[in-house]
């Protein structure tokens, strides 16, 4: 029984390991094939990490599921399958034999294409044919060695009924070495052991190009992976200790963390105060002071003191995991772009064998030589190779995704940088978007001692920023309550002996008191016992830095924003007339959010919801994509297309101006593919190419569009030092306002 996981509501996950798996025909052909198991929930297989996701129901029709059979159908479809595991991504042993591969038909090729110098300058016929035998001994271990990726990939494909890309490359090549061989043996004038060889070399190349485009994808996950420890110390009951490897912690373990150490797992700190390293989470540099009582994540570096933490989630479910789930996911995305490349992919072999074949037919009936037509139908086969198309998308969203990622942004998949670029809606949550979420409490003095903590004890079971606020202000020993529950966008209630207590907004508490004026902007919280107030505590909070010139920047890529919030309308009206926003709701519950995502959708609109709350959630799904901080809870950071973990609101206009960016490389790839492909068959057709000339033009388009794609990297320094140029003003700004 091959190892799984179990997802909940009898769905169980594999990951399977499908090195063998290099264009999206190959993703097409396994996805297909799993999809047609009923078990099967979902099935996906991500290019960079050459691995396939596999979502199961645990039980078909009262017949219990056995991983195994997943495995057999993967490996069916003709690609060798085992058990995924993280140590793979210590060594890349493909790209070293696709080097090494490079270097020998490179050395071969430029070896053969001195002996033929001498051929093309008149040799006698002797010396011909003999350097003609020395380039074909020359050529046969380069086409073995170097060719062996494209026949491998070839037999296993036609083996099992099918045909990928490589069919056609491992037939130019086996043809124009035949052919070759051929001439040599009669004495012909022209043999083309060089072209044969360079185009091996200059395929080795795009492949090779290909495959390192996507270790860099992987790169970053890889570093990722490596700021989680391999294992923890465990105390054990009794002051024991024992190590433990990091996939065998559970919650509720007690893990001492040493200065310098990684953070295993989220947790909570127990003992000990130390500074801890946290741009992981939020991307500062600035180091952050821990202390007994507060949360910590998987991958923050513990910097000057021990620490002494109780596990709250397993290795899997931390922070960090999450993490390198989306940066993984973003890769192995079906964007609709990718998928019209894979179709496209899919039709390449039927229509490039029946275009070389009708041009071996013409060309032998019509001009009577049919080893010229075999030359002809050569050239087609190389010319028309779709690597180009099939690095016009991948490659634009993986360095998408990369640059991204430097700047604090994490994309799910590359539908979602799609959509983004779709969007000309964006409405914000106020507290916790807008806002840093850190709200002070105001007017302390005015509220009773026994109020707070009883309001404390309460905001204990609430992630909410203004209940977090309220926690952390009361001092001393808080009540404990027993049966409570928090109602989204409502508050926490908990029913006592004296009746139900209720925390949070006043329509909530006090659903019988006739509502007040609304003048005050400033946050609230309402106690209540049965219905009646207790005490109302007060909130101020910070505007979360860069929200104006994100606002600003939106507005000029022509999108129209608005507040819904679920604060009382006078303070969203406050907020909203400070960012020059005239479209604002207050008072909006999380259905209300969905609903007005819903309208404007009527009204052809492509929502944008950036959110953070519980209370977000719903809006955050229904919108057409969404962005949500890494401070959201789990629930908003897992329905959020997007999570940037930096305080800056600038993230949000940085991640629509790469994912536009993106799109228009994409449709500039798609145009030199599709233009090369115009240009080059007729060409090809006519006899104007040798197979060598056709080789360099196949490679040169891929090389292109590579190049092409990298021009987002050039932008995101662009943008990094206009940004940096902003926050200098900003701090200048501020500076001269306090003088």
């Not at 933490?309 to 922070?319: D, G, K, P, Q």
């Not at 609903?595 to 944008?608: G, I």
Request: proline fraction near 4%.
């Amino acid at each position: 029984m091959l190892a799984s996981r179990d997802l909940g509501q009898g769905l169980r996950q594999i990951d399977l390991s499908v090195p063998g798996v290099y264009c999206g025909t190959c993703i097409t052909t396994i996805e297909a094939c799993l999809k047609r198991l009923p078990e099967v929930e979902r099935a996906r297989v991500n290019l960079s990490s050459k691995r396939v996701s596999i979502v199961w129901r645990e039980e078909v029709a009262d017949v219990r599921t056995d991983p195994g059979i997943l495995a057999k159908a993967v490996a069916s479809t003709g690609y060798d399958t085992h058990l995924f595991t993280s140590a793979e991504d210590a060594s890349d042993e493909l790209r070293n034999q696709l080097i090494r591969a490079v270097g020998l038909t490179g050395f071969a090729a430029a070896n053969i294409m001195l002996l033929s110098v001498s051929v093309w300058s008149g040799a006698d016929a002797s010396t011909r044919d003999m350097f003609h035998w020395i380039s074909a001994l020359i050529a046969a271990p380069a086409l073995i060695y170097g060719g062996r990726f494209f026949y491998q990939s070839a037999y296993r494909a036609l083996k099992h009924g099918r045909t990928n890309m490589d069919v056609p490359i491992a037939l130019a090549i086996t043809l124009s070495y035949a052919v070759s061989v051929w001439e040599t043996m009669h004495s012909g004038s022209h043999a083309w052991f060089d072209a044969t060889v360079s185009l091996l070399f200059f395929l080795l190349i795009g492949r090779t190009l290909d495959h390192v485009m996507r270790d860099r994808a992987r790169s970053a996950v890889a570093g990722l992976a490596r700021l989680s420890p391999r294992g923890a110390m465990v105390l054990l009951n009794g002051g024991a200790r024992e190590y433990r490897a990091i996939a065998e912690l559970v919650p509720g373990d007690t893990i001492l963390v040493a200065a310098g150490e990684r953070v295993p797992v989220d947790g909570v700190i127990i003992a000990g105060t130390s500074d801890l390293d946290m741009s992981i989470v939020n991307g500062e540099s600035a180091t952050r002071i821990v202390q007994p009582g507060e949360s910590i994540q998987a991958g923050t570096l513990n910097l000057t003191g021990p620490l002494t933490i109780r596990a709250t989630a397993l290795a899997r479910e931390s922070f960090l995991a999450e993490i390198i789930g989306l940066m993984e996911a973003a890769e192995g995305g079906r964007a609709r772009y990718r998928r019209l490349a894979d179709r496209a992919s899919q039709y390449y072999s039927p229509v490039v064998h029946l275009l070389a074949l009708i041009s071996f037919i013409a060309w032998g009936v019509f001009g009577g030589d049919w080893k010229q037509a075999m030359l002809i139908a050569i050239a087609v086969l190389i010319i028309t190779c779709p690597c180009a198309l099939g690095l016009a998308v991948p490659v634009v969203q993986v360095v998408a995704a990369g640059e991204l990622f430097k700047n604090g942004v994490m994309v799910k998949d590359g539908s979602a940088m799609e959509r983004l670029a779709e969007a000309d809606t964006v409405l914000f949550d106020k507290t916790g978007t807008l806002t840093l979420g850190e709200p002070r409490l105001l007017d302390m003095a005015d509220v009773p001692d026994d109020a707070l903590r009883l309001a404390a004890g309460l905001a204990a079971n609430s992630r909410h920023p203004l209940s977090q606020a309220l926690y952390g202000s009361a001092r001393g020993a808080l009540p404990v309550f027993d049966a409570v529950s928090e109602i989204p966008g409502c508050g926490v209630e908990a029913r006592t002996d004296k009746g139900i207590y209720r925390l949070g907004n006043r329509r909530f508490c006090c659903p019988t008191e006739v509502p007040r004026p609304d003048g005050d902007t400033a946050s609230e919280v309402v106690l209540s016992l049965e219905g009646e107030e207790v005490a109302c505590f007060r909130f101020e909070d910070q505007t979360r830095p860069g929200t104006c010139e994100t606002i600003k920047t939106l507005q000029g890529f022509g999108f129209s924003a608005e507040i819904v919030s679920g604060d009382r309308p006078s303070a969203v009206e406050a907020l909203a007339g400070k960012l020059g926003l005239a479209s604002w709701h207050g008072g909006f519950a999380p259905a209300d959010k969905a609903r007005r995502c819903e309208e404007l959708a009527a009204e052809s609109c492509k929502v944008l919801m950036v959110g953070d709350g519980i209370n977000d959630a719903p809006a955050l799904a229904a919108a057409h994509v969404s962005i949500a901080p890494a401070s959201a809870a789990d629930i908003g950071r897992q329905a959020a297309d997007f999570v940037f973990v930096r305080e800056d609101l600038r993230s949000v206009a940085f991640a629509v101006d790469i994912s536009r960016r993106a799109g228009r490389l994409i449709r500039q790839n798609f145009a030199l593919a599709i233009g090369y492909n115009i240009i080059a068959v007729p060409i090809a057709l006519a006899g104007l190419a040798t197979p060598m000339i056709a080789a360099i033009a196949m490679s040169t388009s891929s090389i292109i569009v590579v190049t092409n794609a990298l021009r987002l990297s050039g932008f995101e320094r662009k943008a990094t030092r206009k940004l940096e140029r902003q926050d200098v003003e900003i701090g200048m700004a501020s500076g001269a306002q306090i003088a």
